[in-house]
């Protein structure tokens, strides 16, 4: 049977855990998502969210740690203006905002912008 996930093609690399967690509440969710978010290189892929792209992703002591706190969207495109060989693929079903494309791609050559791909 052919793998699905294939280090160096899809993957930075396949690794056996000894221990997992589960991510309650929004607070934990979104501070993991933007850490793991600010050390990608290459790509991110964001799916089955239903979002809001203003969200804020760190408050409080997690916001002054980071020195910022910043909104989904915006946090997105900084980090494509960061890095230009950074993209982001972000699939959703659920939109909580009025009539948006069903598929966002941010591509770094023009980051603060975004093509629909049907």
């Known amino acids: 049977m052919n793998e699905i996930i294939r280090p160096g093609r899809n993957c930075w690399r396949v690794a056996d855990v000894s221990t997992t967690g589960l991510l309650v509440d929004g607070r934990d969710y979104y501070r993991a998502f933007y850490c793991a978010a600010k050390k990608a ?15 804020t992703l760190l408050r409080g002591k997690d916001a002054k740690v980071a020195g910022e706190e910043p909104a989904l969207l915006s946090f997105l495109n ?41």
């Open 41 to 55: 290189r290459n790509y991110i892929l964001i799916s089955g969210w239903q979002f809001d792209s203003n969200v």
């Open 78 to 118: 900084d980090l494509c203006e960061r890095n230009r060989a950074l993209r982001i693929f972000w699939l959703f079903d659920i939109p909580l905002e009025p009539a948006p494309p069903s598929t966002l791609t941010w591509w770094s050559s023009t980051p603060a912008s975004a093509r629909t791909e049907l």
